[in-house]
Structures are given as C-alpha cells and as structure tokens.
C-alpha cells in the first residue's frame, strides 16, 4: 500500500511541474491585464508605473522563474486586482464553496442511491420509471436554467426562500460556516439543491445499471441458495460489488462541484471560489487564475488517491494487485 | 428528504425574520464589486462609489456630474499655476477628531505610497505641489499653467493622518483605518459578498436617511432582477437592457432611468496608408486605405441610420449622439447634429471617392462591455453593407478587445469612452489627438490625425480661464466630428430599479450611492 501511494505521489510531482508550465504560459497569452485594471484616463507614465508594480515589465519566462521560486516557498502571487496573497483570497472563497459542494454531494448520495437501487430492483414498476425518468431531467436540463427557475418560483413567486447571496455565518473550527444557522441553511438549500440534480441523475443511473447487471451474477443467485434474506442480500453483497464506479464517479465529481460550481454560484451569487475564478478571469487577474488552477490540480491529485484507497477498501483484488508488485 | 423539509421550514422562519427587520435598512445590489476599500487603491467608478460612502472628497461630482464643494468650501485660482482652497471648518473624522489641512496634506503624502495600486491615484497629484497655509487653507501649486485642477482634486478622497499615517491597504480593507468624515460608518467588509454600513450621525451635511446600508455584487443580471424581486434587495444597478420594458410596466417594481456620461461611437483607422482589415473585393490589401478619403468616411456615416438603432435596438433606452461628450457637459458644441441618415448620397459620394463597388472591411466590437454592443455591431454592419461595403463583424471579450485595438489591429471599430471629468479633454486627448506614445496622448486606441486639432487641444490644455478653454474644446469637437474622426452613435442611459416607495436620484457617472436613495413611503 505505501509503496503504490509513494509511487502515485512522484507521479503527482511530474502532473504539478507539467501544469504550472501550461497554466503560467496559457494564462499569459490572454490580453493585457494592464488595459483592463487602469481607469480609462490613465496616461503614459501612469500606465508604465501599473506595469512595473505588477512585474509585467519582466519577459516571460523570468516571471514565471518569480512565480515558480515563490511557489516553491508556498507563495502563489498576489492577486493584481485585490493586493492580497491569491492563497489567502481563495481559502477566504473555500468554505462557501465547500459547504455547498459538500451539501450537495450528500444529497446526491442519500437520495442517489437509494433511488438508483430501488429503480435497479424494479425496473418495470411505476415507480421506477419515474426515478428514471426524472434523472433523465435532471441530466439534460442546463443548471443555469434550473437555478433562475428556483429562484423564480422559490423567492420570487412564492416567497419562501431568499433568492440569492450566503446567508449569516457562524464559526466553527476557524471556519465561517452558514450550515448551522437557520439563515444560512435557507440561503443554502437551493444553490445546493441545483447543483446536486445534476449528480443525483448521475449516481441515480450508475446505480441502476450496476444493479441491473449484479442481481445476475453467480454470486447473488448463490447467496439467496445460501437461504439469504432479500434485504442482506442488497444491501451487503450487491451494495458493495456496485459501489465501484460510483465512487470512482462521485470522487472524481466532488473535485468538479468544488472547482467548478461556476454556474451555480453565478446564478445564486454564492461568495464561492467559482464566482472568484469567473471574475478573475473576466479582470485577467493572473495570479488568482494561476493560483486557483494550481490548487485544483493539488486537490485533483488528492481526490484520486484518496479514490484508490477507497477501492482497495471495497475491492480485495486492487489491494492484491498491489501487493504483488 | 429529512433535510430537505427542514430546509424549507428554516427558510420560511427566515424570511419572516427578514421582513421584521428594521425599515431604516437599505439593500443595494450592484453589477460590479469593488476591488478594496483603500480609497486610493484603483480609480474605477465601481471603487469610488464604495469610497463615497465612507469619506468625503474636496470637491464633489453631483448627480449630473457638476463640482460641487466638498471639504473644500470654496476655491480659486490665484493665478495660473496656483490654486488656493478654503476648507470647511467644524467637520470631524467619524472617531471625533477634528478635519485640518494636514489631513489634505497627507493625503497628498499617502497616494503616491499605495503600492501595487493596480489603478493609481497618483496621476491625479503628479506635478502638483501642496502646502498648508493655515489651518483651513491650501495652496496647490503646478510648474506649468494646469486647468484641470478642480476635476482632478474630485476623484481623490481625503484621508485622516491619524488613523491613516502608516495604514497599508489590509488597514482599509479591515475597516481599522476606514474612519471618514462621510455619512456611513464602515461596519463589515467581505469580499464578494457584502459591504455592510451604518450611519453617522454627526455627518456635517446632516444624519443619513439610512441607519444601516449593505452593498452585495451579484454580477449576473437575471440574478440581480430576481434578487430585487424576491425581497432580498431594495435597488439594483444595471437593470439588463432586455428586462427594462418588462420592468417598466411591472407595477411591483419602480425603474428608475437618466443620462449617463458614456457616448458610444464608431472608430475608423483613417491614418494609416494601410489599413489591415481594409481589402478590395477579392481580398487583397487596399492601398490606399480608402477612409482617409473624407467622402469615404461620410459615406459610411450617412448609411448608419442613427434613430433606427437607438428605437430598435436600444428599444429606445439611448439617446442620439452629436459627439464626444452628451448634452449638459462641459465643452458640448451645440451646433452638431445627429449624423443624417441617406444612403442615396452615400452610394453616390462612394462612388466620386472612386469605389463604385465598395471595398471590404471588418467591424470589431465588444460582446460583453456596452449595452447591446454585440447588436450594434451587427446592426452597423448590415446597414453599412447596404450602400456596397461588405462588412464582416467580429466580436471580441473585453479582456482582449482593448489590448488586440492598441496593436493597431483593427480598421473600423466600435469604442466608448465616459466622461469621467465632467468636460471634454479625456476624449480629446485620448481619441481625436494624433497618438505619441509616452505623453498624455497615448494609450488608447484611435484611428484620427489631425494636426490642426492637435494645435487648438493642446493650447486648450494649458488655457485656465474657463470660458476661453470651453471655447477651444468646441471648436476642437466641432472640427473633428465634422470631419468624422469618429462616429458618434448614441449616449446610454443609467437604469437602477427598486421596490416601490423607494426612488432613486439617477447619476450620470453611473454611481449607486446609498445617498441617493431617497424613501417615499
């Protein structure tokens, strides 16, 4: 086990390496962050003072020689736009982000796969069409359409829930959280509720297939021989020989829902860190572009290995595998 | 499902709470976030809005961007290289400290120190030297004669040397140095998500209508009018250009409409022999460029047919532009006209220049800068193809447009430029003069040349005496529009909208200030 996680780690140094090279160069590529942060009337010597406080009057590669000597002392850049470390601008953005990824990928996975089995067991029944058919919709409908249609009904028609913004927070652990605040639970509920359709119709049908191909298998067939009730049956041996791919899906989701929740946290205004790389992006605030992608890839890496211990967990075979070599 | 109902039993409890909240409590939401607090940190409209709140200025733009004293109670130029202002006496700092001329003079100290500003200040100050004179009098004195004085001084708020002496931007941010002599107290800032502030009663123009003000971005407009809708908010800014008819007619939702400073006009690259998008009919480069010819560029002015853009696409929320600054300002040559639209007389003045079939040239615009401006564009190029030039449009991101138009990229292109200043120089300098690098003429695109102009801009910007310089600057306007150094199309409108019994006094910088809500009921 620890020679494979060892291994998976010099693996990772590599993807870093190669990443900061395509994220540094592909980000300044991108037109002139000096045209966009200066006032209109901002003048020849004006310009040229911005220029140099930025260090954008260095070529190329010796800012990224800066940005790679600082990275490796656990300094991202300083945001252009807000002067702050870029780190500190995104840690400040992550809590939002995570409490509604975290949010959201729990009720995908308590609604998702109860849903999904029941849908696997009886495929014919009312029932279990219409779990289908809903994570048809859930899938193919675009968020930002779902999001408006939630805050059109939700806040604006029936008034029940506020329709944008991150309600009060309060801390926990260091951390300012709104999970545990009647405000901020209603503030949360359906940001988090969009972005979770799209994975609860994902683990929904995964589920389902998963389901459709194990009840088959010699294995089950066997089990019930063995005398089994239905109930242990699925929810210990089918249960665990579909979780696979699930986890495999879900792992590599969760990445996704805290990178990447743009959309959501647009529509819903959520002070996350998909607003700040969107809006970053739009000021061509480099270093929080560079910094943010960085820690993406970081977190990406994470997630996968924390995703293969989880098979060898659930699949003997990957932990033999491993031993063998 | 047990969190789910818990959820939405929780956000009924919690809207009950909201709506019992204090009436005295004002929610803005605006498009655009500012980038920090520090008042000195980047010159953007989004920035000095925040600013506005927390301190004050030592003259003021009012709502149709005239001077009005600030901390300054009056001002004069003693001659022309040197200004005296006469400060208001009896103002305090919000921790009760007396306002002085020091506080003016380390301001002066304190602006050129804010490293990384990622839009300095300090082209405000550069060459202007202050000294306290007594107490309650400043002299600024400049080496040559300078007759921007008074629009310069408006953009820069006055700091306190005590709470301000060795503050960074962090100290700003954090609220511990944002002690202002304005009518808000800063209470919270998180960026993001909310500027949260309260009143000052002691305010030396008198107590704010609001106890409590708080200021959220929501940038995306859909989200900004359902916020509005849903109670969350009580104004919003930039109401979307295709919601405003829909709002207007919206008994539960009051739009609030003005002139803003921002006219929105076509740029031709009329000074180069060469022009790159500039290509005969079979996609050669055309040499030579055909809109240094005047009847060329006239020709291409009279197919745009100015009314029909502002009724249609505009839907009516434009008003026709003359020239460079809108009605009202500084500098407006009332002798101009809209631009007439005849695409008979254009056909034929093509034809005279020597392009009886047309040429072909791309139109370059923004798709996510100005109102409508992706439809503009599109909406010019159909027109222009009319009398025979074939027009392709290209639409770029703002993050790229300016910087790729600097280059020299571009032949014909739709620009704007707001008049910051409340008068005509910005535009002057910055679009009609010919371009030199380095100098105050530089740095943003243009496409005009005229040596004649040059003369009458430069003797206006070393000309103090008012009446004289706004002669000069007319003059200037009128020869270049009438030459059509560009192609003025429309000036846009401001719209906020809010709940009803709330009316919002209209800027034309397009500032959303707590100051100018006003409560009717």
Redesign the interface.
């Known amino acids: 086990m620890s020679v494979f996680i060892i291994r998976r780690l010099m693996q990772s140094v590599v993807v870093v390496f190669v990443m900061t090279l395509i994220v540094f160069f592909g980000v300044m590529v991108?037109?002139?962050p000096v045209?966009?942060?200066?006032?209109?009337?901002?003048?020849?010597?004006?310009?040229e003072?911005?220029i140099r406080?930025?260090g954008l009057h260095l070529p190329l590669h010796e800012q990224y020689f800066v940005f790679v000597k600082n990275a490796l002392k656990g300094e991202l850049g300083?945001s252009?736009?807000?002067?702050?470390p870029a780190i500190h601008?995104i840690f400040?953005?992550m809590p939002a982000t995570m409490e509604l990824a975290f949010s959201a990928m729990f009720?995908a996975i308590v609604?998702g796969i109860p849903l999904g089995m029941w849908a696997g067991l009886k495929p014919n029944s009312v029932s279990g069409k219409l779990i289908m058919g809903g994570s048809i919709l859930g899938f193919s409908l675009p968020s930002f359409w779902v999001g408006?249609m939630f805050?059109?009904i939700f806040?604006?028609a029936l008034?029940?829930?506020?329709?944008?913004?991150?309600?009060d927070t309060i801390p926990v652990l260091g951390l300012q959280l709104s999970l545990f605040t009647?405000?901020g639970?209603?503030h949360?509920?359906l940001p988090a509720?969009n972005l979770a359709l799209f994975k609860m119709s994902l683990v929904i049908r995964l589920t389902r297939a998963g389901m459709r191909e194990a009840l088959f298998m010699d294995y089950v067939k066997f089990a019930y021989a063995k005398g089994l009730g239905q109930r242990r049956v699925v929810l210990v041996h089918v249960l665990k020989n579909i979780l696979i791919p699930v986890v495999t899906v879900l792992g590599l989701e969760l990445g996704n829902v805290i990178a990447f929740s743009v959309v959501t946290e647009?529509?819903?205004?959520w002070?996350g860190m998909g607003?700040?790389i969107i809006?970053s992006?739009?000021?061509?605030d480099r270093p929080v572009v560079v910094a943010y992608l960085m820690i993406t890839v970081f977190m990406f890496i994470f997630i996968n290995l924390v995703v293969d211990i989880f098979y060898s967990m659930l699949d003997p075979r990957v932990r033999l595998q491993g031993a063998e070599r | 499902m047990k969190n789910l109902l818990a959820g939405l039993v929780s956000g009924v409890a919690a809207t009950l709470l909201w709506s019992a909240a204090s009436a005295d409590e004002l929610k803005l939401a605006v498009k655009t976030e500012t980038s920090g607090i520090d008042p000195h940190w980047q010159t953007l409209i989004v920035n000095i809005q925040i600013d506005r709140h927390f301190f004050d200025h030592l003259i003021e733009f009012g709502d149709k961007m005239e001077l009005v004293p600030g901390l300054a109670a009056s001002w004069k130029a003693l001659d022309d290289k040197t200004w005296e202002f006469k400060l208001r006496e009896g103002v305090k700092w919000q921790d009760g400290s007396p306002f002085t001329a020091d506080d003016v003079v380390f301001t002066w100290e304190r602006i050129p120190q804010v490293v990384n500003a990622p839009g300095p200040f300090s082209q405000y100050i550069r060459g202007k030297k202050v000294t306290k004179v007594d107490d309650f009098t400043v002299r600024v004195s400049t080496e040559a004669p300078y007759p921007l004085m008074e629009t310069d001084v408006a953009q820069f708020a006055i700091v306190s040397r005590k709470n301000g002496d060795g503050a960074t931007s962090a100290d700003y941010n954090s609220g511990k140095a944002t002690i202002g002599t304005g009518p808000f107290k800063f209470v919270e800032y998180v960026s993001g998500d909310r500027i949260v502030m309260k009143a000052n009663p002691d305010y030396w123009r008198g107590k704010p209508k609001w106890d409590r003000v708080t200021i959220k971005p929501i940038k995306s407009g859909p989200s900004r009018v359902a916020a509005l809708r849903a109670g969350d908010v009580d104004l919003i800014d930039f109401v979307p250009p295709a919601d405003i008819n829909t709002l207007k007619k919206d008994s539960s939702v009051s739009v609030w409409q003005g002139s803003s400073n921002r006219p929105v006009f076509l740029h031709l690259d009329t000074n180069r022999d060469l022009s790159p998008s500039m290509l005969t009919n079979d996609g050669k480069p055309l040499w030579p460029n055909p809109t240094r010819d005047w009847k060329v560029r006239k020709a291409i002015s009279l197919a745009i047919n100015q009314e029909a853009i502002v009724d249609k696409v505009m839907e009516g929320n434009a008003i026709l532009a003359t020239q460079l600054v809108p009605p009202g300002f500084f500098g407006y040559n009332e002798d101009l006209k809209p631009g007439e639209y005849d695409p008979d007389r254009a056909k034929k003045l093509l034809a005279e220049a020597g392009y009886p079939d047309g040429f072909r040239v791309t139109l370059n615009g923004t798709h996510d800068r100005y109102i409508n401006d992706k439809q503009i564009v599109q909406t010019v190029a159909q027109m222009v193809s009319r009398i025979g030039i074939k027009v392709e449009v290209r639409t770029h991101p703002v993050a790229t447009y300016y910087t790729t138009a600097n280059t020299g990229a571009y032949s014909f292109w739709l620009g704007s430029h707001s008049v910051s200043t409340g008068e005509p120089s910005a535009q002057l300098n910055h679009l009609i003069h010919t371009t030199w690098p380095g100098t105050p003429y530089c740095c943003t695109p243009r496409g005009y040349s005229n040596p004649r102009v040059d003369r009458i801009i430069e003797k206006g910007m070393v000309t103090v005496d008012n009446d004289e310089r706004e002669k000069l600057f007319k003059q200037a306007i009128g020869i270049a529009v009438e030459d059509i150094a560009v192609i003025p199309l429309h000036y846009q409108l401001n719209t906020w909208a809010s709940r009803p019994g709330i009316e919002y006094i209209s800027r034309l910088d397009e500032m959303t200030l707590a100051q100018n809500v006003i409560k009717t009921k």
Do not use: H
């Open positions: 991108i037109g002139n045209d966009i942060l200066i006032g209109q009337d901002c003048d020849g010597p004006c310009r003072q911005v406080a930025l300083v252009f736009r807000a002067g702050i601008l400040e953005r009720m609604i408006l805050i059109m806040a604006v008034d029940w829930l506020p329709a944008t913004g991150r309600g009647l405000d639970l209603s949360l509920i509720i647009t529509v819903f205004s002070p607003k700040l809006d992006i739009d000021v061509l």
